[in-house]
Nanobody, 117 residues
Framework: QVQLVESGGGLVQPGGSLRLSCAASGNIFRLSTMKWYRQAPGKQRELVGIITGGGITDYADSMEGRFTISRDNAENTAYLQINSLKPEDTAVYYC???????????WGQGTQVTVSS
């Protein structure tokens, strides 16, 4: 059973930056695709972007530019760097681990990001 633990959220002023972390248990992390989603109040969960086990990234069109996903396979951790934060980035951010070979689709508990002055 894979468990994901997000951290790094908090209250930040507009224009600031945050780096969110997603630590995974188990031994399939390096072979898994990691995805970051976010859900703003009253809105549906939306995809921010993904990173494959080999480090290839892809982002939702609306997320290009200010969001950067990375991973450290030795640490079983994925990261989401968000720059130039805007109030509309306020949301709960979730990480997701997908491993189709092993049939694993795991979610973290989410970390709250609030952008406000």
């Amino acid at each position: 059973q894979v468990q994901l633990v997000e951290s790094g959220g908090g209250l930040v002023q507009p224009g600031g930056s945050l780096r969110l972390s997603c630590a995974a248990s188990g031994n399939i992390f390096r072979l898994s695709t990691m995805k970051w989603y976010r859900q703003a109040p009253g809105k549906q969960r939306e995809l921010v972007g993904i990173i494959t086990g080999g480090g290839i990234t892809d982002y939702a069109d609306s997320m290009e530019g200010r969001f950067t996903i990375s991973r450290d396979n030795a640490e079983n951790t994925a990261y989401l760097q968000i720059n130039s934060l805007k109030p509309e980035d306020t949301a709960v951010y979730y990480c997701n681990l997908e491993n189709l070979l092993d049939g694993v689709d795991a979610w973290g508990q989410g970390t709250q990001v609030t952008v406000s002055s």
